[in-house]
């Protein structure tokens, strides 16, 4: 990218669920930082059966979500990506 | 059993016959059930350069590679091939001694975290924490490894679970056949290829991995497109193809890259539209819609957005998009393009002018020929100058560009391939980067030939230099390199050095008539650069062209 440009931020949303593995959440906080997307929250729960766990991340980058998620879905242990919202706001300007 | 036995006898009902690695502690209950199994391993000389092979056996054979390494340094000595094979969608697995787990976390004698340290450079990874799930892993690694986008897996073992009583299962080889996309899309594609005036195929190295390359031959057959190819995707359309335009982008013909940039329809087939390919993003095909053919969604829109996306087999997405078109003078004039911009070999004097050594190399070999090839200068022009008639002949580190990865790769190609000529094409920088495989070449009596273009550079680094750091030179002078011909013959290895072009031909025919391993070291002007080249930030069209 061109940083001599000023890209818009956005912020996103998103709850994953994924086969309760040790490090399924490496994986996940891995592709967040690798595909250009800045963490903002995160917060995980095991479901009661123990054998999945689901994360709830706000993230913002000028990239679109979809490069994201599409990527996250890519992952073995990913089951499911839902983006409860739309994003929120354009934000920050770099 | 136990689980070291359980995993080769897994491996060897699924019909590995070959393996590559290197023994060290923590895998030493695998080396022991390797004897007598009938699974002949390698035993190569660096892990990179058995991870290499294990790569170079998959390329050339279609089949899934293994290497095998032990902790610590042996497994992170796999690191580059993996992330070899993961940019390039190689179906390997990976195997990996771990320190017994009783001793995982308390920094052990070679313990090292591989799962953690290959979370980016695998489609996936596997620790193993009970014996009874040895088998069942390797199912999942060997079916993920294949499926969908190829790639790489790595299995790490502790020594206590490969040591233990283990639950024994069969190989299952479930790898589901995947259907054509929506017949909605399949429409809008078919409707955007009857109103295209100037359409273009842009073939990549999917076509091969997903064994559709008699579906594209058909496909361009049918349509009268005219095509280029990806470095990758090189070998997908018959050279001699009538509309075959050649290797697009940055060091792509001129016919290519100007046809890309001309086009009104851009038919990306197992392509992704690549940095090295697009050259600058915004110039690239400014005026095409864009059909994308992928079996990995991901790819859809990360570089450019296409007006139709057909994801699913592409065999059965190609065959569906069989249909007739005319577009006479749109081909004619890609033909006038590709017949007006012919490669020159006529260079004056009498110094070996490597494309046309590489251009008569290949013309003195087979269609079946595989030719191995390292990253450099030797590389672009191997692309350029050399025709291949399918994918599997042609072995280049494209998306990493991995200098090592010729030698290695070209063995695996040997082992995998015994009936047909594997021949390494390689530079002096990059043969020295896994030089200590020859002593593999040694082991096996492979008959490998190799051709080593030797500028005494590392030439590719040496040309940015020149064009692009106004001709500082900063570590780039190999002058100091080993006399080549008698490094190999340490290793048994005949072979001799050419300095000039009349030695060439008789020089070719010794090589190949030679019935083993055998090497022709070619000393080539540090001069000499590759063109054309789209210089950084450039468009396609913008290609810097050879000075009189």
Redesign the interface.
């Given at each position: 990218m061109n940083t001599s440009q000023q890209a818009a931020k956005s912020n996103y949303s998103l709850t994953i669920q994924c086969h309760k593995k040790?490090?399924v959440m490496?994986?996940l906080l891995?592709v967040v930082r690798?595909r250009g997307f800045d963490l903002e929250s995160f917060s995980m729960r095991s479901s009661d059966c123990g054998k999945m766990v689901s994360a709830d991340i706000d993230v913002c980058s000028e990239r679109?979500i979809?490069?994201l998620t599409?990527?996250i879905?890519?992952?073995?242990d990913v089951l499911q990506v839902h983006q409860p919202m739309a994003t929120l706001r354009q934000e920050s300007i770099i | 059993m136990n689980g070291a036995n359980a995993l080769v006898k897994n491996l060897s009902q699924r019909g590995i016959r070959h393996v590559f690695g290197y023994p060290g502690g923590t895998i030493m209950p695998v080396y022991d059930a390797l004897l007598e199994s009938g699974v002949e391993h390698l035993l190569c000389r660096h892990e990179q350069g058995a991870a290499f092979a294990a790569i170079g056996y998959a390329r050339a054979s279609g089949k899934t590679g293994v290497c095998i390494a032990t902790s610590g340094p042996g497994a992170t000595n796999l690191i580059t091939a993996l992330s070899d094979a993961m940019l390039d969608s190689i179906p390997l697995v990976a195997i990996t001694g771990q320190v017994p787990t009783a001793m995982m976390g308390t920094d052990a004698f070679q313990e090292i975290d591989i799962l953690g340290m290959t979370l980016g450079c695998t489609k996936h990874s596997f620790l193993v924490t009970d014996p009874d799930d040895i088998c069942d892993t390797l199912n999942k690694a060997f079916i993920l490894a294949q499926s969908g986008r190829p790639g790489p897996v790595l299995v790490d073992l502790p020594k206590d679970i490969q040591m233990s009583e283990a639950h024994y299962a069969p190989p299952l080889d479930v790898i589901e056949e995947r259907a054509a996309d929506s017949f909605d899309k399949i429409d809008t594609a078919i409707s955007l290829l009857q109103k295209s005036n100037k359409p273009v195929a842009y073939v990549g190295g999917g076509v091969g991995m997903a064994n559709a390359v008699e579906e594209l031959r058909e496909f361009l057959s049918q349509t009268g497109i005219p095509s280029v190819c990806t470095l990758k995707g090189i070998g997908a359309v018959r050279p001699d193809d009538h509309g075959y335009l050649g290797m697009l982008g940055m060091h792509g013909t001129r016919a290519a890259n100007l046809a890309v940039q001309e086009c009104d329809l851009l038919i990306a087939i197992g392509a992704r539209f690549d940095d090295r390919v697009t050259g600058k993003l915004e110039g690239f095909a400014p005026n095409a819609k864009v059909i994308h053919m992928d079996i990995d969604p991901a790819e859809f829109g990360k570089r450019r957005l296409a007006d139709v996306s057909l994801s699913g087999c592409l065999k059965k997405n190609l065959s569906s998009l069989n249909i007739t078109l005319e577009k006479e003078d749109w081909m004619h004039h890609c033909k006038t393009s590709r017949a007006s911009s012919q490669w020159c070999y006529d260079k004056p004097g009498e110094d070996i002018f490597a494309p046309l050594l590489l251009k008569q190399l290949s013309e003195a070999t087979s269609e079946n020929s595989v030719i191995s090839c390292d990253v450099g200068q030797h590389q672009m022009w191997v692309a350029q100058h050399m025709s291949f008639y399918h994918p599997s002949n042609h072995l280049s580190s494209a998306g990493l560009g991995t200098m090592g990865f010729g030698l290695p790769a070209a063995i695996g190609a040997a082992i995998s391939r015994p009936e047909d000529d594997v021949i390494l094409v390689s530079g002096d920088g990059s043969f020295m980067m896994n030089v200590q495989e020859l002593a593999s070449i040694k082991r096996k009596q492979l008959p490998v030939k190799i051709v080593l273009l030797d500028n005494q550079r590392l030439g590719m680094v040496k040309q940015w230099q020149e064009l692009f750091f106004d001709q500082r030179y900063s570590e780039t002078d190999l002058s100091d390199n080993p006399d080549f011909v008698t490094l190999a013959k340490a290793f048994g290895i005949e072979g001799r050095m050419i300095t000039e072009r009349h030695e060439v031909l008789p020089a070719l025919d010794e090589m190949l008539q030679a019935p083993g391993a055998w090497i022709l070291h070619v000393c080539i002007d540090e001069r000499e650069n590759v063109w054309p080249l789209v210089p950084p930030g450039a468009a396609n069209h913008e290609m810097m062209e050879v000075s009189a």
């Open positions: 040790p490090e490496e994986r891995r690798h679109p979809e490069m599409s990527q879905e890519t992952l073995y | -």
